[in-house]
């Protein structure tokens, strides 16, 4: 596997591949690396001659600067597990690689996506995500840029951003990688303890429980009881229970009002905070 760390160089690089018109895939991280990231590699190196791998954890799409600092860095084992699925090639870039002027962009029109669930809780987060997607996306310019469904509304916010953008790039959104519990995999997993993790699971089950009931019960009845059982099970708040039309995220309050819905919750246990959902419909 090649590392780069600076823009001219993997910049010079692709170009040379792209030339020799190689598709290539494209995996953005922020390093902490788990079986989910390592899905959305192996997806990308069945599809693809070339598949690029970016670790850059991103100071603009953290809302809380406490969350930044705690951002778990396992770059020795992240580069070890690089080279054993096979990646080409790991971009590594330091903050002044990726924002050389500390300008501050235009805004990106996001329009309500900005502002429901993750947009309404970590105020700017999605205009950050924008910002270094972007920046990755003009070096990187990859065929296909692969993303996990666990970010469902992150992966709306970059398929947007793509339209806006005008760019060919395709998005292929892999499903979410679990423990065999259930847990979603996520790099924040790291911060929790041993119980915090078995409690975690609550998520998963309500997640289960929605879609197992979601014809039975009312919807508020549904949010109603997955709320409490996220408190009894160890959770310590609850940012939203949601169960929202899938292709706009707009919370929907009867059963019959939309053909497409999904399930979404952001918790905190231990102090970490937890997203998760599921597609019911
Ligand atoms: O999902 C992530 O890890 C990040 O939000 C991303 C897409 C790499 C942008 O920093």
Same mark, same amino acid.
């Given at each position: 596997? $090649?590392?780069?760390?600076?823009?001219?160089?993997?910049?010079?690089?692709?170009?040379?591949?792209?030339?020799?018109?190689?598709?290539? *895939?494209?995996?953005?991280?922020? *390093?902490? &690396?788990?079986?989910?990231?390592?899905?959305?590699?192996?997806?990308?190196?069945?599809?693809?001659?070339?598949?690029?791998?970016?670790?850059?954890?991103?100071?603009?799409?953290?809302?809380?600067?406490?969350?930044?600092? %705690?951002?778990?860095?396992?770059?020795?084992? +992240?580069?070890?597990?690089?080279?054993?699925?096979?990646?080409?090639?790991?971009?590594?870039?330091?903050?002044?690689?990726?924002?050389?002027?500390?300008?501050?962009?235009?805004?990106?029109?996001? /329009? #309500? &996506?900005?502002?429901?669930?993750? !947009? %309404?809780?970590?105020? /700017?987060?999605?205009? /950050?995500?924008?910002?270094?997607? +972007?920046?990755?996306?003009?070096?990187?310019?990859?065929?296909?840029?692969?993303?996990?469904? %666990? +970010?469902?509304?992150?992966?709306?916010?970059?398929?947007?951003?793509?339209?806006?953008?005008?760019?060919?790039?395709?998005?292929? $959104?892999?499903?979410?990688?679990?423990?065999?519990? !259930?847990?979603?995999?996520? #790099?924040?997993?790291?911060?929790?303890?041993?119980?915090?993790?078995?409690?975690?699971?609550?998520?998963?089950?309500?997640? &289960?429980?929605?879609? *197992?009931?979601?014809?039975?019960?009312?919807?508020?009845?549904?949010?109603?009881?997955?709320?409490?059982?996220?408190?009894?099970? !160890?959770?310590?708040?609850?940012?939203?229970?949601?169960?929202?039309?899938?292709?706009?995220?707009?919370?929907?309050? +009867?059963?019959?009002?939309?053909?497409?819905?999904?399930?979404?919750?952001?918790?905190? $246990?231990?102090?970490?905070? &937890?997203?998760?959902?599921?597609? $019911? #419909?």
């Amino acid at each position: 596997m $090649i590392i780069y760390k600076k823009v001219i160089d993997i910049s010079i690089f692709l170009k040379n591949k792209r030339r020799s018109k190689q598709d290539i *895939g494209f995996v953005p991280t922020m *390093g902490a &690396l788990h079986k989910g990231h390592l899905s959305l590699l192996e997806n990308s190196l069945k599809e693809n001659s070339l598949t690029v791998c970016s670790i850059f954890v991103n100071p603009t799409q953290f809302n809380d600067k406490a969350d930044f600092e %705690k951002y778990p860095t396992t770059i020795e084992d +992240d580069i070890a597990a690089l080279e054993a699925v096979g990646c080409d090639v790991l971009f590594l870039p330091s903050v002044e690689e990726i924002y050389p002027d500390n300008l501050s962009p235009e805004p990106y029109d996001l /329009g #309500s &996506l900005e502002t429901l669930l993750e !947009g %309404k809780y970590r105020s /700017g987060h999605f205009q /950050g995500v924008c910002q270094v997607v +972007d920046r990755l996306l003009d070096i990187v310019q990859p065929t296909t840029i692969y993303l996990g469904q %666990k +970010d469902y509304q992150q992966c709306m916010v970059i398929q947007k951003l793509i339209q806006l953008k005008n760019s060919n790039t395709t998005v292929f $959104i892999c499903p979410t990688a679990r423990e065999i519990t !259930g847990l979603a995999m996520s #790099s924040r997993n790291i911060r929790l303890s041993q119980h915090g993790k078995e409690a975690a699971v609550a998520i998963y089950n309500s997640l &289960l429980f929605i879609k *197992g009931n979601s014809n039975y019960l009312s919807l508020a009845d549904l949010k109603n009881k997955v709320e409490t059982k996220l408190l009894q099970s !160890g959770f310590d708040s609850i940012d939203y229970v949601e169960i929202a039309d899938g292709t706009t995220l707009e919370s929907i309050s +009867d059963n019959t009002s939309s053909s497409s819905k999904v399930a979404l919750i952001a918790a905190f $246990i231990e102090g970490v905070r &937890l997203i998760d959902n599921m597609v $019911i #419909s």
